[in-house]
């Protein structure tokens, strides 16, 4: 059984640091692209950043110049490394991997760990 945990979420205050990291565990093929998706309270889930199955990565504007994802294939892990955070990152953040399963491709998310940016 594949599974995505989070982990690295926290209080910080604005200005301040947080990495993020997510591992996936279980058995399967291969691990395709991966992506950090967040939701804040009272809004729809969003894509924070996205990184290929080579290392490429992709970000949201409200990411750019702060935040840097990254991945290590393995160990099936990936980070995003997050500064100069400030309030309106507050969120719970989620981890997201497409995952080959002897030749069929599914989506699977982490359970989510909490981000609170506050004074």
């Known amino acids: 059984q594949v599974q995505l945990v989070e982990s690295g979420g926290g209080l910080v205050q604005p200005g301040g640091s947080l990495k993020l990291s997510c591992v996936v565990t279980?058995?399967?093929?291969?691990?395709?692209?991966m992506g950090w998706y967040r939701q804040a309270p009272g809004r729809q889930r969003e894509v924070v950043a996205l990184i290929s199955s080579s290392g490429a990565p992709n970000y949201a504007d409200s990411a750019k110049g702060r935040f840097t994802i990254s991945r290590d294939n393995t160990k099936n892990t990936m980070d995003l490394q997050m500064n100069s955070l400030q309030p309106e990152d507050t969120a719970v953040y989620y981890c997201n991997a497409g995952i080959d399963i002897t030749g069929s491709l599914s989506q699977y998310w982490g359970q989510g760990t909490l981000v609170t940016v506050s004074a």
């Open positions: 279980g058995t399967f093929s291969r691990i395709r692209a």
